[in-house]
């Protein structure tokens, strides 16, 4: 039950009237009065119990798209039900009232016209629907929490109300924004591959096919069996290795939680991580996701070229970064017991020099022994920006700030390809392009 701002209304009015009758059977009247009218609101008012909540709508959206969820209120008792509704979803669910032009930002206009209160009349035995468009705003499962049914009397003194679940799951994929790299990276993939229109010859250490000499080609191609069968020279020609393993792995510590700009570095590494699969499979290679702090998070095996990309963005969806250290000896340890052949393993991490020197360095004999390691890392536009600033004495001892930081990351830089591991270091927007081409150069020079 819940009374209505009218019933307030009228007992302040009461109270005025025993100001000027100030006897108790006056008090009694009034409040009796004010009772039987709430009894008979509440009599009247629609049975909100026998009503039914149902959703149907999308299941699942990509991060900064909308998505469409109803919901059918049906009402199985003998009398009209006329009520408000208030389908409660987080604010990171991103409501917007149906027909509402959203602007080029990707944001609602004003979140003032927000849903939050809908008249229904539903008559017995019927059933009505209620449209509302989500524009999420974060990444990860979005859920309702309840919806609240409230039916006033006629005479608007008192409402039955009622909330109860409607139970749904809007998963929320990562955006994907770097997708418009790759059509540039597949051409530069076909011209390494020599299918490109230009019959540029691929280059690389897989043996492709034999051919007739001409000059100009190098005498170490020579075939020197096949030419002994034939009357002419035969070389050898090579083409960039294929079916070769890509091990992404994702660290979902604590370094992984931080922002850079208005993104937090997790959302960076699963975009670059997204482009480099889909440019890897579509080279031939297959490609391993796992997600790793203290344990396995998530993980992606064996799936086809076809599958790849979503199975990835359904396993990154519901990732968030853990507040703890990440245990560099468990993941490592995980890697050499999922990846027994060589391969190129991806670390997508932070350049902290705490977390990499006292947990992962001690580690990498062990790991670059086995694999080619790449450590892929996104740094911060704003640390360049302050080393550049020179307005004031506060503007100085911020660049003293950023230059001793891009000096330790340089420095970290350099010590870890003295272990043989390559470093990709770029802001957010440019890490997912760099990537790709650190993965397509070493294609190109014949390292997977």
Partial sequence: MALTGRTGLLAALGALVLLFVPHWWALFALEGALAVGVAVDLALAGNIRRLRLHRSGDTSVRLGETANVSLIVENLGRRRVKARLRDAWPPSAGAVPVGTAVSRAGRPPSTSRLPNNVKLSIPAGERRRVDLTLMPTRRGDRRPAAVTVRSTGPLGLAARQ??????????????????????????????????????????????????????????????????????????????????RRIYLVLDTGRTAAGRVGDIPRLDCSMDAALLLGALASRAGDRVDLLAYDRRVRARVEGASRTDLLTSMVQ??????????????????????????????????????????????????????????????????????????????????????????????????????????????????????????????????????
């Fill in 315 to 448: 396993a990154m969806a519901p990732l968030e970064p853990a507040l703890i250290e990440s245990d560099a000896a468990g993941m490592v340890s995980t890697i050499m017991s999922k990846v027994r052949q060589r391969c190129l393993v991806v670390l997508l991490t932070e350049l902290n020099s705490a977390a990499i020197e006292e947990g992962l360095l001690p580690l990498l004999p062990q790991l670059t022994s086995r694999h080619l390691l790449m450590i892929a890392a996104v740094s911060d536009p704003r640390v360049s920006e302050m080393a550049a600033a020179r307005g004031d004495l506060a503007a100085v001892y911020d660049a003293a700030a950023a230059e001793r930081a891009r000096a330790e990351r340089r420095r970290l830089t350099a010590e870890l390809r003295r272990f043989g591991v390559e470093v990709v270091d770029a802001p957010p927007d440019e890490l997912a392009p760099a990537l790709a081409d650190a993965y397509l150069a070493l294609k190109t020079a014949g390292r997977l």
């Fill in 162 to 243: 009622l909330s109860r679940p409607a139970p749904w799951t809007l998963r929320v994929l990562p955006g994907f924004p770097s997708r418009r790299h790759l059509p540039g990276k597949l051409a530069k993939l076909r011209e390494l591959t020599g299918n490109h229109m230009a019959l540029i010859r691929g280059q690389g250490t897989e043996f492709d096919s034999l051919r007739e000499y001409v000059d100009g080609d190098d005498v170490r191609s020579i075939d020197w069996r096949a030419t002994a069968r034939r009357a002419d020279v035969v070389v050898r020609t090579w083409r960039p290795e294929r079916d």
